[in-house]
């Protein structure tokens, strides 16, 4: 089939990076990866990167004066620089090194559970999320309501996989103390209205934290045109390593805000009755951190930089414009979330008649096609739509038509395997 579709990348040179794709499963069925809201695949670019950590580079940071020391601790702070410059952050030290986006909004969730006023989460405040979010972004502020006393409240959703808003002045009130919500669905591939949230989270003095796990790979990412006060993601989504992500938070805030983990680094001065804390970002990045994942993250920067952010993302519109029209060639396929590509990113779900979600995901890996099957770790959205699980298809940079094509053939072939 011919694809002249405007906004493609030269996804043949691009995938000649990535050694993974080139491989075979199932008796010699070339790889169809399209499992990447999951995870994507890393270039050799950022593999040569960690191998070359530890190969030449590989001490402890920050405390050692030998010259492997002082190299890892100049690649660790670099790769700071870097995640800094990629989402447009004032300054390097608000840019704080997790292990993972979840970690990362956990540790907003204890900050603010734990903070004096006027930041303080307790009884007499509110909580506001999303019905469409990750258990990430869910689990957390459930927590800390529990603990606190202060009420859950969130947004539901539209029948088109849209964030209803038409209360947004009953659900983020005057009582509200923080409004969290996931920029990018990992389920319903929906770009949610940041501007309009934000504007009226901070009308009543909220703060506004942003799950950007599924937009930082996919979008340029600027965290001051944005508004929000924090803003997490991770690296293995982003072709960087497992391991890795990162919590953006504004300097006066993590200047405030009391830290989550204690231990070494994250300290000034320590006695046996009381300890001060080093500033941010080290107040938050307690014992040894992720030194060669960020080191792989900061290469997975540069690689997508090298590209282009905007390219990027006019190449996932095109693949999920064109993946869009031909699914709705499949009979009995219905698309869960948004039907067209506006306002939405390169994740799609869907259920095929009633053949099981995890039936499709079998029949399909073994024609070689990777997709993810489940609730995706955000439950509430099935719960929603009434459906136990979706299969999802999502796309990356490498993605092609070609495999869009594969994947049709390959749910007509599941069709006909249950019919």
């Known amino acids: 089939m011919s694809h002249?579709?405007?906004?493609?990348?030269?996804?043949?040179?691009?995938?000649?990076?990535?050694?993974?794709l080139g491989r075979t499963v199932h008796d010699g069925k070339k790889l169809v990866?399209?499992?990447?809201?999951?995870?994507?695949q890393k270039p050799r670019q950022v593999l040569d990167a960690l191998s070359e950590y530890y190969e030449r580079h590989h001490a402890n940071v920050h405390r050692g004066v030998h010259v492997l020391a002082e190299e890892a601790t100049a690649l660790y702070e670099g790769a700071r620089d870097k995640i800094a410059a990629f989402v447009n952050a004032p300054s390097r030290d608000e840019v704080i090194f997790t292990k993972n986006a979840s970690e990362s909004l956990n540790l907003v969730a204890h900050m603010l559970g734990w903070a004096d006023e006027p930041y303080r989460v307790d009884s007499s405040t509110e909580i506001v999320i999303t019905e469409m979010e990750h258990h990430s972004n869910i689990v957390p502020w459930q927590l800390l309501a529990q603990r606190t006393g202060a009420k859950l409240k969130w947004f539901g959703l539209t029948d088109d996989g849209r964030l209803d808003l038409s209360n947004i002045d009953e659900i983020?009130?005057?009582?509200?103390?923080?409004?969290s919500f996931v920029l990018v669905s990992n389920v319903l591939g929906t770009h949610n209205p940041v501007e309009a949230i934000v504007r009226r989270a901070q009308q009543v003095g909220a703060l506004v934290v942003?799950?950007?796990?599924?937009?930082?790979p996919h979008m340029a990412l600027d965290v001051q045109?944005?508004?929000?006060?924090?803003?997490?993601?991770t690296g293995h989504k982003m072709l960087g390593p497992t391991g890795i992500g990162v919590l953006w938070g504004r300097q006066e805030l993590l200047e405030d805000l009391p830290p989550f983990l204690g231990g070494g680094e994250m300290i000034e001065t320590v006695t046996m009755e009381h300890s001060t804390y080093a500033p941010a970002p080290h107040k938050f990045e307690a014992g040894t951190p992720p030194v060669a994942q960020a080191v792989g993250l900061g290469a997975a920067v540069d690689y997508l930089g090298g590209i282009g952010m905007d390219r990027v993302a006019a190449h996932e519109r095109a693949i999920t414009g064109y993946a869009l029209g031909r699914l709705?060639?499949?009979?009995?396929?219905?698309?869960?979330?948004?039907?067209?590509?506006?306002?939405?990113?390169?994740?799609?779900?869907?259920?095929?008649?009633d053949i099981h979600p995890h039936d499709v995901g079998q029949v399909l890996d073994e024609q070689g096609i990777a997709v993810r099957v489940g609730h995706h770790c955000a439950r509430p959205v099935c719960l929603r739509y009434g459906i136990p699980a979706t299969t999802r298809a999502s796309f990356y940079l490498y993605s092609t038509p070609a495999e869009v094509d594969a994947l049709v053939e390959g749910l007509e072939y599941v069709r006909g395997f249950f019919g």
Do not use: H, M
């Open 4 to 20: 002249d579709l405007p906004g493609l990348l030269d996804t043949e040179a691009i995938r000649k990076d990535f050694p993974i």
């Open 33 to 40: 990866y399209l499992d990447n809201a999951a995870s994507s």
């Open 172 to 179: 983020i009130t005057e009582r509200t103390k923080v409004v």
């Open 210 to 216: 942003l799950d950007a796990s599924q937009a930082a």
């Open 225 to 233: 045109a944005l508004g929000a006060d924090f803003v997490a993601f």
């Open 328 to 353: 709705a060639e499949v009979p009995g396929l219905r698309i869960i979330g948004p039907a067209t590509a506006e306002d939405r990113g390169a994740t799609i779900s869907f259920t095929l008649g």
